[in-house]
């Protein structure tokens, strides 16, 4: 399966930005997707997941309460809704595929896409 990740940008300390992850196949559906990143000279981190269906989601610690990854397998399309951004969260930041249940774990992951950046300023 192919992943295209968009929605990244430039915003302020306190801004929003909501990435996307859309997928080229309808079987994306059955598919758990996870959300890293990867800051300069930093290893990549788990950010967030969510099962096929949506029914279950994990957040990292440092971004809890003010990052939501969600889904709409209509549209073959998963979600990261980023508030309160702050200039620790700029990183690119890349979405995941993989079957099965959602894992936290980067080389769980089978299928990657490319990337968006994500620049906070403060």
């Known amino acids: 399966v192919q992943l295209q990740a968009s929605g990244g940008g430039l915003v302020q300390a306190g801004g929003s930005l909501r990435l996307s992850c859309a997928a080229s196949?309808?079987?994306?559906?059955?598919?758990?997707v996870g959300w890293f990143r990867q800051a300069p000279g930093k290893e990549r981190e788990f950010v967030a997941a969510?099962?096929?269906?949506?029914?279950?989601?994990d957040h990292a610690d440092s971004v809890k309460g003010r990052f939501t990854i969600s889904r709409d397998n209509a549209k073959n399309t998963v979600y990261l809704q980023m508030d309160s951004l702050k200039p620790e969260d700029t990183a690119v930041y890349y979405c995941?595929?993989?079957?099965?249940?959602?894992?936290?774990?980067?080389?769980?992951?089978?299928?990657w896409g490319q990337g968006t950046q994500v620049t906070v300023s403060s």
């Open positions: 995941a595929a993989k079957r099965g249940g959602p894992r936290v774990v980067a080389p769980e992951y089978a299928y």
């Open positions: 969510i099962t096929w269906s949506g029914s279950i989601t």
């Open positions: 196949e309808h079987t994306f559906s059955t598919y758990a």
